[in-house]
């Protein structure tokens, strides 16, 4: 059981509220996870002790990883579980459950080493493969990270807002809880029982498996590759230290490049490693890292102190050798320096988070720092952190890697130890350099993804436009009423639009807009200037004439309503005559079809005194007939295209079929 993931819950209830405020500080590059056993959900299990049957899982849980992870470095934590009941833990916080659910729990910080956090996605798949009854939630500082991943494979209806509690690995498989089961967010316990009664219903598509066991693919053997093995010249208590603990690479690393001005003062003495710069012989070995943290400590140019021992630059292998286990050998320094002083006097991060909820919440008022009350409340608080039973956890983990290494240098040791054994050599960094590729690679494989992605959502608009086609066409041609058109087109005619849009007219509002019909003739006539029996003005009158709105009103009301409505039939007239003289120079009037069924074109083909009498005597037009002719016209010329006359059809709601007997 690992210290770190308990202190995320303070069994002392009188500390408990203080410290609530801490367990909301999401630490960043952190993956989560949880695994609930279906027992825990059974009403039976109540009346026996959980911690019972959660021990022996993680028992077995223990002994199907253990194979993947026995000579693995982890960046910066292990993959631990922990036991709990707890429902304010991590794991069931971020959750917003009320409910004690028994089960493990744990959390991984994998930095800058990605592939951690994916070998950790990969055991808990396997876990949840070897032992079915299991329901497992996995997410990082980003949310629900597999959904990310299988993004271009979701379904439409889940995104961020309501996958709460949705998504679960069980049975080797990731399971999302329908929405149409829950369409709010479900709780905790509703999700994994439906789990147990329901998990053909809420495994994911096929495509979402695909796309997360391609993001697994080739662990646990990738884990071995993510390693990287180096030869480095180390002092003698280092390259015991790395023989007991080969694991503590990885808090070397770490304190290395992550260290401060003040942690550089402690590599500036190098009093644990190097005896106050007495002097100690360097020693040639092998340390096992991360890919990462071979980059991280290669890419940070680093001056060594000044009695380090390192050797001439004349031999460059010997030399690279040495600076590079120098970084090694002042990343041990630091991290065991800053972890004894911040263990000693409380001054770690779970202090600073507790400093700072007491600030938060006014402990120390308006009060200036430095002054004699801020720091005699100050020392209360150290004083109640210190008693706490989170201090004694936090000082536990931080001094466990300085008692450890305590006790290893208290062992016997000498140079003669690590001379005359055979050192392998370094492995080909060449990854480092030539990256490029890769990332290439990764960048195209992603391209490739929205390329499919895209594509297949044109075929599923495609597919559904020939159904809708299908349909339409399966009628038949001759089956399609044509006087549909007509019909359609009157009620889209006899609609009324306004500013507002087109509005049917029982809903219309006669005063929303209105229209000054002796105005708009009026306006007519003065352009026109065709009416009958109108009297020229003359300039004079122009002039003394006024073009205002309030003058032109004042007219109106002195018009006589008999001559308005002589001169509206005037208008009307010579309007007629006006559009009938224009017609008669074109064509037009010959591609009309006729009430009787025939073409002015054919109807005119006879004697020259039906031609000449045509003004006078002709048949009526078929105003609907000629309508559907032109739509279809319109329509087979577009070659099944969108064009104007589909494109008004569909505006009100119709679709003609294809005419497949054109051709013939």
């Not at 260290?259 to 040639?284: N, T």
């Not at 006097?345 to 007491?358: I, N, P, V």
């Not at 017609?583 to 006729?594: D, H, N, P, V, Y």
């Not at 002709?618 to 105003?623: A, H, I, L």
């Amino acid at each position: 059981m690992d210290a770190r993931a308990e202190t995320q819950q303070p069994s002392s209830s009188s500390s408990s509220s203080i410290f609530s405020q801490t367990n909301s500080r999401i630490p960043e590059d952190t993956v989560f996870y949880a695994i609930f056993p279906d027992i825990s959900l059974e009403q039976s299990s109540k009346t026996l002790n959980p911690n019972t049957s959660l021990q022996s899982l993680h028992l077995q849980i223990h002994e199907i990883i253990s194979p993947y992870i026995s000579d693995y470095i982890w960046q910066h934590e292990p993959f631990t579980l922990s036991l709990s009941s707890n429902p304010n833990c991590i794991c069931t916080s971020s959750s917003n459950s009320t409910i004690q659910i028994p089960h493990l729990h744990g959390k991984t910080r994998y930095g800058d080493n990605l592939e951690d956090e994916w070998f950790v996605v990969f055991l808990l798949f396997e876990i949840s493969r070897k032992i079915p009854e299991l329901s497992i939630r996995v997410w990082d500082t980003d949310g629900e990270f597999l959904l990310i991943e299988a993004a271009f494979s979701l379904p439409k209806w889940i995104n961020p807002e309501n996958s709460l509690n949705r998504v679960f690995i069980r049975g080797g498989e990731l399971h999302i809880v329908p929405k149409i089961r829950f369409p709010l967010n479900p709780k905790l316990i509703d999700s994994l029982r439906f789990l147990v009664s329901a998990s053909k219903e809420s495994r994911a598509s096929d495509s979402v498996q695909l796309a997360l066991k391609n993001r697994i693919m080739g662990f646990p053997e990738r884990a071995g590759l993510n390693m990287h093995r180096v030869r480095v010249r180390i002092p003698v208590s280092v390259a015991q230290v790395l023989k007991h603990e080969p694991c503590l690479i990885s808090l070397a690393v770490e304190g290395f490049y992550d260290r401060d001005i003040d942690s550089m003062k402690y590599a500036a003495r190098m009093e644990k490693f190097l005896s106050g710069g007495s002097g100690e012989e360097l020693v040639q070995v092998s340390v096992r890292m991360s890919r990462a943290m071979y980059a991280q400590l290669v890419q940070q140019m680093f001056q060594a102190p000044k009695f380090y021992p390192m050797p001439l630059r004349t031999d460059s292998s010997v030399y690279l050798e040495a600076e590079l286990g120098m970084k090694i050998a002042c990343g041990f320094e630091m991290m065991y320096q800053r972890r004894h002083c911040e263990g000693s006097d409380a001054k770690g991060s779970s202090w600073d988070a507790f400093r700072e909820s007491l600030e938060s919440s006014g402990y120390f008022k308006d009060l200036l720092p430095g002054s004699k009350e801020y720091c005699r409340r100050m020392e209360n608080a150290l004083e109640y952190y210190k008693n706490s039973s989170l201090f004694s956890r936090t000082s536990e983990m931080i001094n466990a890697p300085v008692r450890r290494v305590d006790e290893i240098l208290t062992l016997p040791h000498s140079a003669d130890d690590f001379k005359g054994v055979i050192v392998p050599p370094s492995d080909d960094d060449a990854w480092l350099y030539n990256g490029e590729d890769e990332l290439n690679s990764a960048l195209l494989e992603r391209q490739k993804e929205m390329e499919n992605y895209e594509l297949n959502q044109k075929k599923g608009q495609k597919s559904k436009e020939q159904e809708n086609t299908g349909q339409s066409s399966s009628t038949g041609v001759n089956d399609f009423d044509l006087g549909d058109i007509a019909k359609t087109m009157q009620a889209f005619v006899h609609k009324v639009s306004s500013f507002e849009g087109a509005e049917v007219p029982e809903n219309r509002d006669s005063e929303a807009v209105t229209l000054d019909a002796d105005s708009f003739f009026k306006d007519m006539e003065s352009v026109m200037k065709k009416i009958g029996g109108e009297e020229n003005f003359d300039d004079a009158d122009d002039d003394e004439g006024s073009d205002s709105d309030m003058d032109f009103d004042d007219s109106e009301d002195e018009s006589d309503p008999a001559e308005d409505k002589d001169r509206k039939d005037t208008f009307m007239e010579t309007y007629s005559d006006t559009l009938n003289e224009e017609l008669k120079a074109t064509t037009l009037e010959k591609s009309f079809i006729r009430a009787n069924g025939q073409s002015s074109k054919k109807a005119n083909e006879g004697t020259s005194n039906i031609k000449e009498n045509m003004d006078e005597d002709f048949t009526p037009v078929d105003v609907d007939v000629n309508l559907v002719q032109s739509l279809l016209d319109s329509f087979s010329s577009q070659q099944g295209l969108p064009g104007p006359a589909s494109n008004l059809l569909g505006l009100m709601g119709l679709q003609l079929p294809n005419d497949a007997n054109k051709d013939k």
